[in-house]
């Protein structure tokens, strides 16, 4: 079992920048590659980032590529969402997520076993 649960969202202007923490309970944590997802009112969750257990690679979502940065530290159990130059197309709940322990850096959600309970994220332009 892995609890999780997200902070750091909050309100930001547009080309601001907010970092979102997420601590993971249980010792299965750096067993497995994590996740951000997020969602949007009206929209469905979609892929934000992903990050490998020992943090060797990572992947991004076209939409946020070059501009945010996913990082772990296995010794704190977090995983991190660095989120900078911001856009108002960015406003959503954040959520994390552990990965089923099979997949290296899953995209998909239903790859992921445990999520948070989501923290807020809005950019205002």
């Known amino acids: 079992q892995v609890q999780l649960v997200e902070s750091g969202g909050g309100l930001v202007q547009a080309g601001g920048s907010l970092r979102l923490s997420c601590a993971a309970s249980?010792?299965?944590?750096?067993?497995?590659?994590m996740g951000w997802f997020r969602q949007a009112p009206g929209k469905e969750r979609e892929f934000v980032a992903a990050?490998?257990?020992?943090?060797?690679?990572?992947n991004y979502a076209e939409s946020v590529k070059g501009r945010f940065t996913i990082s772990r530290d296995n010794a704190k159990n977090t995983v991190y969402l660095q989120m900078n130059s911001l856009k108002p197309e960015d406003t959503a709940v954040y959520y994390c997520?552990?990965?089923?322990?099979?997949?290296?850096?899953?995209?998909?959600?239903?790859?992921?076993?445990?999520w948070g309970q989501g923290t807020q994220v809005t950019v205002s332009s």
């Open positions: 997520a552990a990965s089923a322990p099979y997949y290296s850096l899953p995209t998909r959600a239903h790859q992921y076993t445990y």
């Open positions: 990050i490998t257990r020992s943090g060797d690679r990572t």
């Open positions: 249980g010792r299965t944590f750096s067993n497995v590659a």
